[in-house]
């Protein structure tokens, strides 16, 4: 085979790695997330109850680290040398060696709840390797070109993603709520878990990424300041982050020190997610921020 | 006398309220509200022009606007007065709490109280306090051990992580205040061979922090040498920009070659120098009927698009009657007939320069400032067009124009902030309290010997944070087995 079909299917065993372990992140997301349970108004977890969840997450992972290694090999091949060149090379191998650690932790240990924490990472590595350090590649404008940025991006999509999923949820919580008020669940909807254990849900994923989405932030202004001559300067796509950072803060304080609980903090949390999506939407197409780099 | 009173009692209120928690909440909504005109309307710090824009396009909607301060949201006097009320509000609620929580620490947890049955997971079990306290000292608790029963806490990171992330909204609120007050930010646009010396008359803009003195601007000065852009071919796209000067820090020491790129600046102290754009600056000629030279050198000009198609005016007010040049300049000139003449490659392969000849008014002294990258043509009438390629003279009549080549200007900001370091601290301190705060679980558990011999145990777990239960029980199993 040649060097550059070789290349290809590394590629293509790498991006597979990826999808598959994203899977396994959001296997065990469930496990952990499915698993509340309510024993007399006191919230607690069953994990034999979301054991399956987390047998699908071992499963990918095992594949997705599989992949990682094809990935690692076939690139070795194309380019006749040991895969260690560039940070790209690195970022895959480095990522291959923690998930493969964590599978003979797992082999030997019952560690499957760092599970999720390892998907997460071999996540962010892989997805910062393939989108940032990837070479050889179309090129990237000189501003882009910075660790902080690749850090920054994936920290911002994890926790948008973790976000929408709690709205998600939020939204689950409103509308079964308003079906029991009604005289109860359809059939289809007695499978889903009970109200309480939703707005834990909500909860704890928003509590879980609020600070990395913080993290995401600081990353974004560490790259600004080093870009464009100041950390903080109310570019609207930074006013809307603040925003969305202010709207969570003032959820979990609404949660945590006043005691909101059920509808209105559902709401308050589907409020705080539009603020993201709002960003995302209206300042990615409208926006008058500095997205490009050439003009003044 | 009971007016005195009165008064320090309102004030105590006052006190009181704004620096209750509500309040603090309240604030820092606001303070996302208040942020959302600022990323509606164009800011006058961001984009002057686009304000002006605005401001011309929508007359009477724009004078309200302005006098709402809507085109300077984060300077204006209520976007700070929030800051500022939230910064006290801040101050006034954790630092009490600090010092309780500091107190607390060093203490024993609370004595037990009297009846458990009302507090979480209670249940008689057999078993003896020693082992109950072995337990506990295993997993970590600090325990208060009285006659006959046990209490026993833990989970203080959680408020010491709480308390830290708190603290840290403050540092960084002095940090973003420091690098205002006492910062400077500036831009300078130079040509390939010119030199700036770090002086207040040097900026083509600057503004200086409340209480920061002008004479305080570091001393170095910077020779640019050469800038270099390389362009992928395949795709147009930049794939490097770099700039060579020589700077010599302090002026007048010798100087030292240093290279600045995009993401990396050049740093003395807390003041960076950043790249920050470039562009072309066309050089032509112009000389009036007689073939005197009027105007001669380079004119920046302002990109327009990824290719560099760029717009500037050349003004000659010292002919008469005066001559303004609404210009184009092409790096690698194209023309199409539906989009006509525009750059087809960023680099300069084929450059060619478009001129409009306006003659009349420039407008220069009517005190208006004007843009340098615009002609007034208001009080002007046009009476040529061309588009020259390099070295070529055009005769508009009332004089000519010689395209004589170009060069590359590249914008400098220049930035003293010495707030930064801090709010990098407090980002950092502020993400580990976080953590701390909402992954740590603060708890107590009580063990009690009842006069039967049994044991009495429950729990309370604060925020109704889970897991508790799950403690209850291994401490059950773990007293069963001693048994
Ligand atoms: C007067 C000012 C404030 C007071 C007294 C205060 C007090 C508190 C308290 C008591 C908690 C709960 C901690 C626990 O239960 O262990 C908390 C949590 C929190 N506060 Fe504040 N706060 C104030 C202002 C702010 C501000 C301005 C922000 C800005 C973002 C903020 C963000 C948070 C966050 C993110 C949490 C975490 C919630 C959690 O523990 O789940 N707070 N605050």
Known sequence: MSSRSLAYLSNYAIYSALVVIAIAFFSHAFEVAFSVKNVEEKTSFDFAKTDRWGRIGTAMMVLGVIFNFAGIVLRGLSAHRVPWGNMYEFSITGSFAFGAAYLYALAKYKVRWLGLPVSIATLLTLGTAITVLYRPSAPLVPALKSTWLAIHVSAAIISGGTFLLANTVAATYLILDRMEERGGRPEWAKRLPSLEALDQLSYRLVAFVFPLWTFAVIAGAIWAESAWGRYWGWDPKETWAFITWVAYAAYLHARVTVGWRGRRAAWLCLFAGSTFLFNYVYVNIWGTGRHTYSGL | ?483
Not at chain 2, 203 to 219: A, I, P, T, V
Not at chain 2, 283 to 310: C, H, M, W, Y
Not at chain 2, 459 to 483: D, I, M, Q, Y
Request: hydrophobic residues 40%.
């Open chain 2, 1 to 483: 006398m009971t007016e005195q009173i009165g008064t320090r009692a309102t004030l105590r209120w006052l006190w009181r309220q704004l620096t209750s928690m509500r309040t603090a909440i309240m604030l820092l909504l606001l303070l996302g509200v208040a942020s959302i005109p600022g990323s509606l309307f164009p800011q006058r710090n961001q984009n002057p022009l686009k304000v002006r824009d605005f401001l011309a396009a929508h007359k009477s909607t724009g004078k309200i606007l302005e006098s709402l301060k809507f085109f300077d949201v984060y300077s204006s006097p209520w976007f700070s007065a929030i800051y500022i009320l939230l910064f006290i509000s801040l101050i006034g609620c954790v630092l009490p709490r600090t010092l309780e929580h500091i107190k607390a620490i060093g203490k024993q947890p609370p004595l037990t109280p009297k009846f458990l049955d009302r507090m979480e997971g209670y249940e008689q079990v057999g078993g003896d306090l020693d082992s109950a306290q072995v337990w506990l000292k295993k997993n970590r608790f600090r325990i208060r051990r009285e006659e006959g029963s046990i209490s026993a806490e833990k989970g203080y990171t959680r408020e010491s992580g709480n308390l830290l992330f708190h603290l840290s909204l403050i540092l960084i609120l002095v940090a973003v205040a420091m690098g205002g007050l006492f910062g400077s930010k500036g831009e300078a646009i130079l040509n390939v061979g010119d030199t700036f010396v770090n002086t207040p008359t040097s900026y083509d803009n600057l503004s200086f922090g409340k209480f920061q003195r002008e004479g305080s601007l570091r001393s170095f000065a910077l020779h640019i040498d050469a800038f270099k852009a390389t362009y992928d071919p395949a795709t147009r796209a930049p794939l490097d920009y770099k700039l060579t000067v020589s700077a010599a820090e302090p002026i007048g020491s010798k100087a030292k070659t240093q290279i600045i790129k995009v993401n990396s600046p050049l740093t003395y102290g807390s003041t960076k120098i950043y790249l920050q754009a470039n562009g072309y600056s066309p050089v032509v000629t112009v000389r009036d009927k007689k073939g005197k030279i009027t105007f001669q050198g380079a004119v920046e000009f302002l990109p327009q698009d990824a290719n560099l198609t760029s717009i500037g005016a050349i003004k000659v007010p010292d002919m008469n009657p005066q001559i303004g040049f609404v210009s184009s300049f092409l790096p690698t000139a194209a023309r199409t007939a539906q989009r006509g003449a525009f750059s087809s490659y960023p680099d300069v392969l084929n450059p060619q320069l478009l001129v409009s000849v306006w003659m009349g008014n420039l407008g220069l002294d009517n005190g208006n400032p004007q843009s340098v990258y615009r002609v007034d043509t208001s009080q002007m009438r046009r009476i040529g067009l061309k588009a020259l390629s390099l070295h070529q003279l055009y005769n508009f009549g009332e004089g000519s124009i010689t395209f004589e080549g170009w060069e590359q200007w590249v914008n400098l900001q220049i930035v003293d902030d010495p707030g930064k370091l801090y709010a990098l601290l407090g980002g950092i301190l502020a993400i580990l309290g976080l953590m701390a705060s909402l992954f740590g679980r603060q708890r107590r558990i009580w063990i009690k010997l009842r006069e039967d011999g049994e044991l009495e145990i429950a729990g309370l777990a604060k925020n109704s944070a889970p897991g508790l239960l799950e403690e209850l029980k291994s401490l059950k199993t773990h007293l069963e087995n001693r048994k």
